[in-house]
Nanobody
Framework: QVQLVESGGGLVQPGGSLRLSCVASGRPFSSYVMGWFRQAPGKEREFVAAIRWTGGNTYYADSVKGRFTISRDTVKNTVDLQMNNLKAEDTAVYYC?????????????????????WGQGTQVTVSS
């Protein structure tokens, strides 16, 4: 079974930075797409970023382009999300996700239903 475990969430002031990490285990991930979603109270789960395990192609929601960077370490089996210049509207539970082969096409990846595995989530709160 695939297991995803996030860490790194916390309380940060506006303009600050956080780095989230996701440890992936249970399967070889060479054919997977990995990603991050977030969900604020009363809101739908929102796509943040994705990365191909092999090749490293990245995809970002417009709301985080230029501020967030997704990366992966293929040796450690980790997926990270570096978040800079955080804003109050970034406050949410952040979830690591995995799209197993056959992976969804890029246009569908923004929908949570396209993803197969999820972590437990880690809270990010941006407040002064």
């Amino acid at each position: 079974q695939v297991q995803l475990v996030e860490s790194g969430g916390g309380l940060v002031q506006p303009g600050g930075s956080l780095r989230l990490s996701c440890v992936a285990s249970g399967r070889p991930f060479s054919s997977y797409v990995m990603g991050w979603f977030r969900q604020a109270p009363g809101k739908e789960r929102e796509f943040v970023a994705a990365i191909r395990w092999t090749g490293g192609n990245t995809y970002y929601a417009d709301s985080v382009k230029g501020r967030f960077t997704i990366s992966r370490d293929t040796v450690k089996n980790t997926v990270d999300l570096q978040m800079n210049n955080l804003k109050a509207e970034d406050t949410a539970v952040y979830y690591c996700a995995a799209d197993a082969p056959p992976t969804a096409i890029t246009s569908q990846r923004r929908f949570p239903s396209a993803w197969d595995y999820w972590g437990q989530g880690t809270q990010v709160t941006v407040s002064s």
